[in-house]
């Protein structure tokens, strides 16, 4: 019989700090749930949702609580969606796949995964700050930036960023500040410098916003988008930000990409801050993506051991998480 074994909460520490226009962090902590059956055990990881409201504690604590039936598809109707739901959900995907003795992909009946191009972040920084911080990465092999803004002076830090690295391609995050801007006007100037999609511009559950808006960029919904319930408020987005922490799990997340992308949604596939246990399962979904954005545990100063390993700006599938 299956069971929940233990929620607790880890710490990890940042590589120097990640900023982005609502605060800076220099650790995260995640949730890591752990079910068994007596013969196999299997684990998932999960970040609170800061911006709603969760925290790791918080997490915990629902999952220890929940009385609720341990299956995957039970799951979805039986615990709300968000970070606790998505550690236990990966867990009952982990376990599975030991049962089987066969991988998650392969239960999923997805294709074996391959290399993932993921984009490196670069936080929010004055243009000097910034300008360097892309220039280190694009040495290391990244061939996708993802640049963090604040509304105030986007336009000077991606001029900086093209200058550090001039042949990378470039997505950018408002981080909803775009919100009181003239977006259009925006994405213009930053599409003349080479920015390829603009991520969440204004706030979540103020969409309406968009409306009328002719970008020249893609606009694409993060905090807007959670599960496969909010896309018929998001017709004025051109692409959805699929995370397992906001969607409560691997199995909302298949889901919401499958529906996503039948309605004519591109779709992209990020994380919150976590090691490659949070990542593992995202990078199945990934496959595919137009834009993936799995950095995560790269920005900590240490991983799991055994985690996803980076090769010329690919994450390589690893061995910690349902028998990659």
């Known amino acids: 019989m299956t069971r929940i074994i233990s929620a607790t909460v880890e710490r990890w520490p940042v590589a120097g700090t990640f900023t982005i226009s609502r605060g800076a962090k220099t650790s995260v902590d995640v949730v890591v749930c752990t079910v068994g059956d007596g013969a196999h055990v299997g684990r998932g990881e999960g970040t609170a949702i800061y911006y709603e409201g969760e925290t790791a504690e918080g997490c915990a604590a629902a999952i220890n609580a929940y009385s609720g039936p341990l299956e995957r598809d039970a799951l ?37 995964p391959a290399p993932l191009p993921t984009a490196f972040t670069i936080s929010l920084g004055d243009p000097e700050k910034m300008e360097a911080d892309a220039r280190a990465a694009a040495g290391r092999g990244f061939g996708l930036l993802k640049c963090k803004l604040t509304g105030e002076g986007d336009r000077a830090r991606i001029a900086a960023v093209r200058a550090g690295a001039p042949d990378v391609r470039l997505i950018v995050d408002a981080n909803e500040s775009w919100h009181e801007l003239d977006i259009a006007a925006e994405a213009q100037a930053l599409a003349e410098l080479g920015v390829e999609m603009v991520e969440q ?18 606009l694409c919904a993060d905090e807007s988008c959670h599960t496969r319930a909010d896309l018929d408020r998001l017709g004025d987005f051109d692409a959805v930000n699929i995370k397992l922490d906001k969607a409560g799990g691997l199995t909302e997340a298949l889901a919401l990409s499958r529906e996503a992308r039948a309605r004519g949604f591109r779709v992209m596939v990020g994380c919150m801050l976590g090691t490659s246990l949070g990542i593992a399962p995202a990078a199945l979904v ?39």
């Open 286 to 324: 990934a496959q595919g993506a137009d834009w993936i954005d799995l950095d995560g545990a790269l920005l900590l100063a240490r991983d799991r051991e055994g985690g996803m390993q980076l090769r010329d700006g690919l994450l390589l599938p690893g061995g910690l998480w349902g028998l990659d």
């Open 76 to 112: 979805l109707r039986a615990m709300p969606r968000g970070a606790a739901r998505n550690a236990l959900d990966c867990a009952l995907w982990d376990l599975e796949a030991k049962r089987a003795g066969a991988p998650v992909w392969k239960l999923a009946g997805l294709a074996e």
């Open 201 to 218: 511009p204004v706030f979540h559950g103020r969409e309406e916003r968009l409306a009328g808006i002719r970008s020249p960029l893609p």
